[in-house]
């Protein structure tokens, strides 16, 4: 096993080099924002789906942007507004009056990259036409089913302060992201350097630095990279807690927390009362599905690959673990009155599930 795992560690160290190269090209024009791409680094590595959280300006749709010109691989950007149809998105069937036929007129999603901006302020049926084609790979347009690119992946951008004129996506939808990330603020020093790089009289430009058959390449090697049995089982003891919390109701945290961190302003909140989470039965409505536990072993693999290693670790499950379970553990009302939201209880978890 040492043998493969050091053969593996070489074909990694081969197969990622692209990653210097598409972070030095990023690094012209996202600032302060290094999480927030190495987590979508992980999710196209991964093969999955990703939904950005965060107020306005904070360069979500900019990242996004960047990274899809510096991929060579098609890539379109769709602006969900309320009067959006499925056709505007998917495509339709054309009339052709020469012929007297109708034919099929592709929409924006039969490509690589799809950016959709804002995907709340679009109404249910165009948000289930987008997802129906993430989970499908393949969209309807008549009666004829038409396989979308490959590699295809939807980023897609919300903003959790405003709900006036939005249609939030329920849990079952939201599910077929892999990942969920919550975009802060940008450090002081961070802000400086984006103010100078925005008023300065040259603007940097992006360059197409990875190919499609690069990304291919990689996402096959991530399928490779070795997990243990006691890291899956590290990984189902996570998922299993989200179902039925008393299977850690007794258990001490295993890292202590004193201060946690705000996903909005980042800075260090004060420390709360903790005793809801030494039982956090009733708290937790509904847990996470199976696809948690396939996200988890898949983002820890491509969070593995990032580090240029071929296994994976405990600490790998936990650099992904909240963006994989925020959006699919559903709380209770008991939780909700107080105050409690899923980051919390998704943290009190990994305190208190033993690491292998």
Excluded at 153 to 179: K, S
Excluded at 231 to 245: C, E, G, N, S
Excluded at 324 to 337: C, K
Aim: glycine share 6%.
């Amino acid at each position: 096993m040492y043998n493969q795992i050091q053969l593996l560690n070489e074909k990694i160290e081969q197969e990622s080099g692209f990653l210097t190269d598409l972070d030095r090209e990023l690094r012209k024009v996202v600032i302060g924002q290094q999480e927030m791409v190495d987590k979508l680094l992980v999710a196209i590595l991964a093969g999955g789906h990703v939904l950005l959280e965060g107020v306005p300006g904070l360069a979500k749709t900019l990242t996004i942007n960047s990274l899809a010109k510096a991929i060579d691989a098609g890539f379109q950007r769709i602006q969900f507004t309320p009067d959006l149809l499925p056709a505007d998105l998917v495509g339709t069937m054309i009339y052709n009056q020469k012929e007297g036929s109708f034919f099929p007129k592709k929409g924006p999603v039969f490509t690589n990259i799809i950016l959709a901006d804002e995907i709340n302020r679009a109404p249910a049926k165009v948000q289930s036409a987008l997802l129906e084609a993430m989970q499908e790979k393949q969209v309807t347009i008549g009666d004829t089913s038409y396989p979308l690119p490959t590699p295809f992946f939807v980023l897609a951008t919300q903003n959790p302060i405003e709900q006036e004129g939005t249609y939030p996506l329920p849990e079952a939808q939201v599910d077929r992201f892999m990942l969920k990330i919550k975009v802060g603020y940008p450090s002081r020093e961070d802000e400086h350097q984006i103010m100078e790089l925005n008023t300065a009289v040259d603007k940097q430009e992006i360059q197409p630095v990875v190919s499609i058959e690069k990304i291919l390449a990689a996402r096959n090697v991530v399928r490779e990279i070795y997990v243990d049995d006691k890291v899956k089982d590290y990984i189902l003891d996570v998922v299993f807690a989200t179902r039925d919390p008393k299977r850690i109701a007794t258990a001490q945290p295993v890292t202590q927390s004193r201060s946690r961190v705000s996903p909005i302003y980042g800075a260090e909140e004060p420390e709360q009362n903790r005793n809801w989470a030494d039982d956090m039965t009733g708290l937790i409505e509904f847990g996470a599905s199976p696809r948690a536990t396939i996200n988890l072993n898949l983002a820890a693999r491509a969070h593995a690959f990032l580090r240029r290693r071929g296994y994976v670790t405990p600490e790998d499950v936990k650099a992904v673990g909240a963006d994989v379970l925020r959006h699919r553990v559903i709380l209770s009302f008991e939780a909700e009155a107080e105050n409690l939201d899923a980051d919390q209880i998704v943290q009190a978890i990994f305190e208190r599930v033993e690491v292998p």
